[in-house]
């Protein structure tokens, strides 16, 4: 069944304590500079932590797992801090054409259990915030779409877009519960219009 794990791999703790650590001045991915790389690794009594940190995307990343796998039932917790002073910079790396760029950062914490994807979506927990400054939408300027479209509504003459949309102050303030997203705090402005929105998935 693909509900089911073939094997538990974690497994390989009950035998095995280590401490220690990875270390690479800088390395390419996908010509994106990552420099002052650490992994630190700990396996102590059945307890996994893993915290890797480096330096990419103008800003410090940081990140720390722990798997407690003593019961029945693993447990995970995960934590993330990204500062990133090039957004669009990150974003390229994933696809052709970034459609935001700016600086940001997001912060996130979360916990679950188990071993299969239902258990998993089950436990899934936590939350986390995700701030854009002094960004822009590229390649569409969404506020212009809008009034594009009242205009034509009205039979008006649509004016040429300027295929973009600044982006000032965003901030996202969001919790997780059962796999389920919960928006607690939505605000942005973009161009001259505030946004403010709360909700859930």
Known sequence: ???????????????????????IGKVLVKDTPLTD??????????????DPALTAFGGRQT?????DARGDTPKTQVKTGLRLGQVESMLRTIMNQPPLEGSGSLDLALSLEGLTLPD???????????????????GVDILESIRSSVASLRGKEVKASQKETELK???????????????NQLDAEAGDVKLNAEGGL
């Open 1 to 23: 069944s693909a509900e089911q794990p073939a094997s538990d791999p974690f497994a390989w703790m009950e035998t095995i304590n280590l401490n220690g650590s990875i270390k």
């Open 120 to 138: 998993i979506q089950k436990s899934l927990q936590g939350g986390g915030e995700l701030r854009i400054t002094d960004g822009a939408f590229n």
């Open 37 to 50: 790389v650490v992994a630190n690794i700990r396996v102590q009594d059945q307890v996994l932590t893993l």
């Open 63 to 67: 990140a720390q797992v722990q798997v």
């Open 169 to 183: 102050n965003f901030i996202s303030r969001f919790s997780i519960e059962g796999g389920a997203l919960q928006w």
